[in-house]
């Protein structure tokens, strides 16, 4: 920085800048200053486009193995309250804002980002022109990358990165799984929250959750909806599950490749027909995988808290919370029913054919049966929910849980509680009556699912 960028900083609640470079796989390099941890942090490099909720990024273990680039400017306006944490322990490598902020102005805040990224051992640049990075990221697709404060050398990073693993060279589930089953009830909420949401209904149903890197909110809404849950750990034989005469099994979030879980999917495919099932992002693709589905790695995936969905079975469209880098690929399930899909029997990469169809199109797998599709991003045509036709089992690729994001996919907790008192319908919700359901705000929309 020159002399007089220096003295500019000076007036100002930034501290001394400490150099740090940004690195990708490609060579392309990144200059900023250190906002976090001091030393070297490496992962895919990968974007979130939400405007807030950085505390819940930086704490969801989804994140294992990555380095996070948040495309909103400042981040760190309102500090950092742990309560908002989905995780007692961070999980994310390194972190990439264009300007952090060391002040921040909140009565919920506990402490500043950059010292929370500090305490915590991940490395944080600041000052990189995020737009471009992104911008490279969407061009390129996502890849391997490293952050350093402590070698500023772009070949001596670039070497380091060709010999780091890669993403999916790790099993990150077994590593941010749970190590030792646990409860989690309505108890459990935290009291901190209920100045803007409503109390957990009464307890009605038992819930074994196979914690794959689960965020703490899903566990919070599994409890609002009148979920007592038993949390196991990720390769939890389907056997102890089943011996716990659970009233449904829920499938959580998680890092990395989804081929490196067969730990949890070949669980899963026991438990297909033997009890209902929900699975969300990562179980989401353990239950595809249980049912033979490949999955794909997207090129640069979907983060954010403004992802577009559309609900086929309600034709209602969704603004939803997403962090995932792989996804389902629908026609790998099994040729298209013609007469439960619109009469169509020619499959279509791109699925929001379907959308424009208005048709929910539905596939014969040979494990299980009928299943169809029920959601579909569209901003890229990909996959984002299925409904097993002839088993009791339901997910989608996003975060209803939406913290941190919206709540127009709040309804699927209720779903899952209609699934398991043995509904048909229990995925048609009208989310315009469900959206502000559990909010204090929202106490006067709040009617019972008919």
Same mark, same amino acid.
């Given at each position: 920085?020159?002399?007089?960028?220096?003295?500019?900083?000076?007036?100002?609640?930034?501290?001394?800048?400490?150099?740090?470079?940004?690195?990708?796989?490609?060579?392309?390099?990144?200059?900023?200053?250190?906002?976090?941890?001091?030393?070297?942090?490496?992962?895919?490099?990968?974007?979130?486009?939400?405007?807030?909720?950085?505390?819940?990024?930086?704490?969801?273990?989804?994140?294992?193995?990555?380095?996070?680039?948040?495309?909103?400017?400042?981040?760190?306006?309102?500090?950092?309250?742990?309560?908002?944490?989905?995780?007692?322990?961070?999980?994310?490598?390194?972190?990439?804002?264009?300007?952090?902020?060391?002040?921040?102005?909140?009565?919920?805040?506990?402490?500043?980002?950059?010292?929370?990224?500090?305490?915590?051992?991940?490395?944080?640049?600041?000052?990189?022109?995020?737009?471009?990075?992104?911008?490279?990221?969407?061009?390129?697709?996502?890849?391997?990358?490293?952050?350093?404060?402590?070698?500023?050398?772009?070949?001596?990073?670039?070497?380091?990165?060709?010999?780091?693993?890669?993403?999916?060279?790790?099993?990150?589930?077994?590593?941010?799984?749970?190590?030792?089953?646990?409860?989690?009830?309505?108890?459990?909420?935290?009291?901190?929250?209920?100045?803007?949401?409503?109390?957990?209904?009464?307890?009605?149903?038992?819930?074994?959750?196979?914690?794959?890197?689960?965020?703490?909110?899903?566990?919070?809404?599994?409890?609002?909806?009148?979920?007592?849950?038993?949390?196991?750990?990720?390769?939890?034989?389907?056997?102890?599950?089943?011996?716990?005469?659970?009233?449904?099994?829920?499938?959580?979030?998680?890092?990395?490749?989804?081929?490196?879980?067969?730990?949890?999917?070949?669980?899963?495919?026991?438990?297909?027909?033997?009890?209902?099932?929900?699975?969300?992002?990562?179980?989401?693709?353990?239950?595809?995988?249980?049912?033979?589905?490949?999955?794909?790695?997207?090129?640069?995936?979907?983060? $954010?808290?403004?992802?577009? @969905? =559309? +609900?086929? *079975?309600?034709? /209602?469209?969704?603004? #939803?919370?997403? !962090?995932?880098?792989? %996804?389902?690929?629908?026609?790998?399930?099994?040729?298209?029913?013609?007469?439960?899909?619109?009469?169509?029997?020619?499959?279509?990469?791109?699925?929001?054919?379907?959308?424009?169809? $208005?048709?929910?199109?539905? @596939? =014969? +797998?040979? *494990?299980?049966? /009928?299943?169809?599709? #029920?959601?579909? !991003?569209?901003?890229? %045509?990909?996959?984002?929910?299925?409904?097993?036709?002839?088993?009791?089992?339901?997910?989608?690729?996003?975060?209803?849980?939406?913290?941190?994001?919206?709540?127009?996919?709040?309804?699927?907790?209720?779903?899952?509680?209609?699934?398991?008192?043995?509904?048909?319908?229990?995925?048609?919700?009208?989310?315009?009556?469900?959206?502000?359901?559990?909010?204090?705000?929202?106490?006067?929309?709040?009617?019972?699912?008919?």
């Amino acid at each position: 920085m020159s002399q007089l960028a220096n003295e500019m900083l000076a007036h100002t609640s930034k501290p001394a800048p400490v150099p740090a470079l940004l690195v990708l796989a490609d060579g392309s390099t990144w200059p900023g200053m250190s906002c976090g941890a001091k030393g070297e942090a490496f992962g895919e490099v990968c974007f979130n486009t939400s405007l807030v909720g950085y505390v819940e990024v930086i704490t969801d273990p989804s994140y294992a193995g990555q380095i996070v680039t948040m495309t909103y400017p400042q981040i760190g306006n309102y500090g950092v309250c742990t309560d908002d944490a989905q995780r007692n322990r961070t999980a994310a490598t390194g972190m990439v804002v264009r300007d952090m902020c060391y002040t921040p102005r909140n009565w919920r805040s506990g402490e500043s980002l950059p010292a929370f990224l500090a305490r915590n051992n991940i490395v944080g640049i600041e000052g990189v022109d995020t737009r471009a990075l992104v911008r490279h990221i969407r061009e390129v697709g996502a890849q391997q990358g490293v952050i350093s404060t402590v070698d500023l050398d772009p070949e001596s990073l670039k070497q380091k990165i060709a010999a780091a693993p890669s993403l999916s060279d790790v099993n990150y589930v077994a590593k941010v799984s749970c190590e030792a089953p646990y409860e989690y009830d309505a108890s459990s909420v935290p009291a901190s929250h209920a100045f803007a949401l409503a109390a957990p209904a009464p307890e009605r149903y038992h819930v074994v959750a196979y914690d794959c890197g689960m965020k703490d909110g899903i566990l919070e809404n599994l409890a609002r909806v009148g979920c007592r849950v038993s949390v196991v750990p990720w390769d939890t034989p389907a056997e102890e599950v089943l011996a716990a005469h659970p009233d449904g099994v829920f499938l959580s979030n998680g890092p990395g490749d989804p081929d490196r879980v067969e730990g949890t999917y070949t669980q899963v495919e026991k438990l297909l027909g033997k009890v209902p099932v929900f699975g969300i992002c990562l179980g989401h693709q353990m239950i595809s995988k249980a049912c033979g589905a490949q999955i794909e790695k997207l090129k640069f995936g979907h983060r $954010g808290g403004n992802q577009p @969905v =559309m +609900n086929l *079975r309600t034709h /209602r469209v969704e603004i #939803t919370s997403q !962090n995932h880098g792989f %996804g389902l690929l629908f026609d790998s399930l099994g040729p298209l029913v013609p007469e439960e899909s619109g009469g169509a029997s020619t499959p279509h990469a791109d699925l929001r054919y379907w959308v424009e169809k $208005g048709v929910a199109p539905v @596939v =014969m +797998n040979d *494990r299980f049966g /009928r299943i169809q599709l #029920t959601h579909v !991003n569209l901003n890229d %045509g990909t996959a984002e929910g299925i409904a097993l036709l002839d088993v009791p089992a339901f997910s989608v690729q996003y975060h209803p849980e939406a913290q941190a994001g919206p709540t127009d996919a709040h309804y699927l907790f209720t779903a899952f509680t209609r699934l398991m008192d043995g509904r048909s319908d229990y995925l048609d919700i009208d989310i315009a009556a469900d959206r502000l359901a559990g909010w204090n705000f929202g106490a006067a929309k709040e009617a019972a699912h008919a």
